[in-house]
């Protein structure tokens, strides 16, 4: 059936604003569940037809699953039984910091086990981001007061790694990782900053820009004894 312009736009239009219906036929699209029911009062599904054994019929024309596809995001608060599965989501995010995988200026740090655990010693708290139970990615928050010039002479959370699995990137999955993280340090209250460090040639400012992140300082650094030299950016946000 051939769909004129008119008619493209009005079935595109019914999913503005349907964000947690679109996540709902997801997740039960994913569980094998019958979907349909999350099609209650969806305009023009009177169209289509109903499937034996479905409620309503299997009307997704319009919509946009491409960030909805996929388990709710989670994150809960690591514990030591998390802590190889940090490790090698680190090394994994460290090994693909470019678009071609596996290939990076940038030297991939041996973090192990021992190094996650020492972290937590000194101090590091970390939340994982879990899909089914799965692990995916993970954020590491600090406490910090080097830069404390930018946050009215307060110390800060320091988010020092956000992490996500290579094959679960560009789905919005550290976008819900990060609106997770921000939640709890609005709701612990310790500090009223976010302070982050970023590489700026992995070209993340300005997806940290559109996060309510401001860049206030750029310095000049250098990897190692061998370079590259590169620039690292000090971005803040005011929770």
């Keep these: ?24 036929i997801a997740d039960s699209i994913i569980m094998g569940e019958d979907w349909t029911a999350h099609l209650e009062g969806l305009q023009f599904i009177d169209e289509l037809q ?8 299997r009307d997704l024309r319009g919509a946009n699953l491409r960030r909805y596809l996929m388990p709710t995001t989670t994150m809960e608060p690591a514990d030591q039984d998390d802590v190889p599965n940090i490790a090698y ?12 995988r596996g290939v990076s200026p940038f030297r991939v740090p041996e973090i192990n086990a021992e190094d996650v655990s020492s972290m937590m010693e000194k101090g ?8 089914f139970e799965k692990m995916i990615g993970f954020v ?19 988010l020092s790694n956000l992490s996500v699995l290579p094959a679960y990137r560009h789905l919005g999955v550290a976008r819900a990782v990060l609106i997770e993280f921000e939640k709890f340090a609005v709701g612990e209250a310790k500090h009223n900053y976010i302070l982050l460090r970023t590489t700026m040639e992995h070209g993340l400012v300005n997806y940290w820009e559109r996060a309510n992140y401001e860049l206030r300082e750029v310095y000049q650094k250098l990897d190692g004894d061998v370079g590259p030299a590169y620039m690292e950016a000090i971005m803040t946000k005011r929770l």
């Design 1 to 24: 059936m051939l769909l004129d312009k008119k008619k493209i736009k009005s079935l595109q239009k019914r999913w503005e604003g349907q964000e947690g219906r679109l996540q709902k």
């Design 50 to 57: 109903a499937i034996d054994g479905d409620k309503l019929p």
């Design 89 to 100: 989501i680190m090394r994994e995010a460290h090994r693909n910091n470019t678009p071609l």
């Design 124 to 131: 590091s708290r970390f939340f994982v981001a879990l899909q």
């Design 140 to 158: 590491q928050m600090d406490s910090g007061d080097k830069f404390q010039h930018l946050t009215d002479d307060k110390s800060y959370y320091e």
